[in-house]
């Protein structure tokens, strides 16, 4: 099933912060790791990811749960520039006919995979450490954002939860009146791409009632809104955001002073 939930302690020191700032701190960290192809950088930059994740409270299986889907990408781009790569310089490790495996490959692999990882943990931290109700009530406090979008933002993270259970009582309800794949791969495309579309009617239908409701509550009105809890953003945010602009700038130095920087434009 999937969930949303926080998943770390809630008294770790990092898991307390404002969620602007763990939100923006994690922006910062990942835009200079955009910048550059080579796998120095990212690498640097995922250990201290991890180095620090028991300051967030969180568990590296729990974690690891959660970012599965990054491990399905890069093999994904694995194996994408190992068939299809340009660039296939370098010392040659493996030629197999059409596929001819370099040193020069590898490392452009290598640095593409743990980029995609750098960039991806720290969202990952930030919303395994965060309960959606106190990113809306953040966003609305401390970043200004319209009430009307971190609300529907707050309700989208509450039904993502309900597309797993729908997708179980569609499939379920096909078998009911016979409607199966069996062994055929080409039924089992077909059944898939019918089940997903089914889903996303429903949950077109289910967003447009939600605006609906909202609109009914004077969310568009433009009138100012209370709040019930209140979101602080404290010296310690704006020390977690720094900390987080300055060790990926650090990262990126490394890599410059190493030789290895390769950017990504020129």
Not at 121 to 133: E, S
Not at 223 to 246: C, I, M
Request: net charge positive.
């Amino acid at each position: 099933m999937i969930s949303l939930e926080p998943i770390a302690r809630p008294g770790a020191p990092l898991a307390r912060r404002n969620p602007v700032a763990k939100l923006a701190a994690a922006m910062l960290f990942a835009f200079p790791l955009m910048t550059t192809l080579d796998p120095v950088t990212p690498a640097i930059a995922i250990a201290v990811e991890l180095a620090v994740l028991p300051l967030f409270g969180v568990h590296p299986g729990l974690l690891a749960r959660r970012a599965w889907p990054l491990l399905a990408a890069a093999g994904g781009i694995l194996v994408t520039l190992v068939l299809f790569a340009a660039d296939r310089s370098g010392r040659v490790l493996l030629d197999a006919g059409p596929i001819v495996v370099t040193s020069g490959v590898l490392v452009t692999a290598l640095g593409l995979v743990l980029r995609l990882f750098a960039v991806a943990l720290p969202g990952v931290i930030v919303f395994a450490t965060t309960d959606p109700t106190d990113l809306a009530d953040a966003l609305v406090q401390n970043a200004k954002v319209p009430a009307r979008f971190a609300i529907g933002a707050l309700a989208a993270f509450r039904l993502v939860p309900l597309l797993g259970q729908e997708w179980q009582m569609i499939t379920v309800a096909r078998r009911a009146r016979g409607v199966e794949a069996g062994r055929d791969p080409v039924a089992r495309l077909r059944l898939f791409v019918s089940t997903a579309f089914t889903l996303l009617v429903g949950a077109i239908r289910r967003g447009t009632r939600l605006a609906v409701a909202m609109d009914a509550r004077g969310f568009d009105s433009g009138v100012p809104r209370t709040v019930a809890r209140r979101q602080r953003f404290v010296a310690a945010d704006w020390l977690l955001v720094v900390g987080a602009t300055a060790t990926a700038g650090a990262a990126l130095a490394v890599s410059v002073a190493l030789g290895t920087f390769r950017p990504l434009v020129g």
